[in-house]
C-alpha cells in the first residue's frame, strides 16, 4: 500500500475535525452533562492541541533545515545537530530513572519534537473515534468515511513519526535513516541518517547539477562551497584578464 500524500491527508484531516465536531454536537445535544461527552471532549480538545502543535513543530523543523541549506557552516555546526535531534545529559538522569524519555522531554530536537507529535496526534485520533464508536456515538451512515479518513491519516501520521519505511518528506526535504525505524534518533539509538533537499529550481540545479537526488544534504552544501570558491576565483581571474563574465 503506497503512502498518503500530505494533500490526502490534509483532507482525511479535515473530513475527521468535521466528523468529530458533528459526534460531539449531537452527543451535547442529547447528554450535555454525561461523563461520557465529558470524555470525548476532552479527547476532542487533546486532539485539537496536538493539531496544533504539529503544525508549530514541522515550521520550527523546516525553518532550521531552510537555515542549514542556505548556510554550509551552520549544517556542519554542533549547534545544527543540537538544535535537529535530542541529546540525553548523563547528568541528568539519576539511578531511580528507568525511562530515559524523561529526562529528555525538555532536550527534544526539532526532528524529534516533530516525529513525536506526529505519533502522538495518530494515537489520539484513533482513540476518539474509538470511544464515540464504544459509546454509540457514531452513526452507521458515517462509519466507512471516518474509517477510510482515519486509516489514511495514521499512515501518513506514522510515516512522519518515523514508524512506517525508513524516509519521510517534510516540505522540499527527505529525511532517511537506517535501522529499526521506530528508533530514528542517532544520538539516542545510533545508526546513520541523511537529509536530501528535493525541490526542483535554477538555483539548486546550478549548485547540484552533479548530484543524484538522493545524495546527502551535507554533501550537497560541502559542494555549494566549493562552486561558489571556484566560481569567485574565476570572477577574480576574468576581471584581472579584462574578460566580461556574462554570468555573474
Do not use: C, W
Request: glycine share 4%; hydrophobic share 35%.
Amino acid at each position: 500500500m503506497s503512502l498518503p500524500t500530505e494533500s490526502e491527508f490534509q483532507t482525511s484531516l479535515n473530513n475527521l475535525t468535521k466528523e468529530l465536531h458533528s459526534i460531539l454536537t449531537n452527543f451535547y445535544e442529547k447528554e450535555p452533562d454525561s461523563e461520557e461527552f465529558r470524555n470525548l471532549l476532552g479527547y476532542a480538545l487533546v486532539i485539537t492541541s496536538e493539531t496544533e502543535t504539529r503544525e508549530n513543530d514541522k515550521q520550527q523543523l523546516l525553518n532550521l533545515l531552510n537555515q542549514a541549506q542556505k548556510d554550509p557552516k551552520f549544517a556542519k555546526s554542533q549547534e545544527f545537530m543540537d538544535k535537529l535531534l535530542s541529546r540525553v545529559s548523563t547528568n541528568s538522569i539519576d539511578d531511580n530513572q528507568i525511562n530515559a524519555f524523561t529526562a529528555m522531554a525538555d532536550n527534544y530536537g526539532n526532528l524529534t519534537s516533530y516525529q513525536a507529535t506526529n505519533s502522538r496526534l495518530s494515537y489520539s485520533l484513533e482513540f476518539f473515534f474509538r470511544l464515540a464508536e464504544f459509546f454509540g456515538a457514531i452513526p452507521e451512515s458515517s462509519k466507512a468515511k471516518i474509517q477510510d479518513s482515519l486509516q489514511i491519516a495514521q499512515r501518513y501520521l506514522y510515516n512522519q513519526s518515523g514508524n512506517i519505511d525508513n524516509s519521510f518528506k517534510v516540505g522540499d526535504y527527505v529525511i532517511s535513516f537506517e535501522g529499526d525505524p521506530s528508533f530514528t534518533d542517532p544520538f539516542l539509538y545510533g545508526g546513520n541518517f541523511s537529509i536530501s533537499y528535493q525541490k526542483s529550481d535554477e538555483l539548486l540545479t546550478s549548485l547540484a547539477s552533479n548530484f543524484d537526488s538522493t545524495q546527502s544534504f551535507f554533501d550537497i552544501l560541502n559542494k555549494r562551497e566549493q562552486l561558489e570558491k571556484q566560481n569567485q576565483e574565476l570572477h577574480n581571474k576574468q576581471s584581472f584578464n579584462g574578460i566580461p563574465n556574462a554570468f555573474i
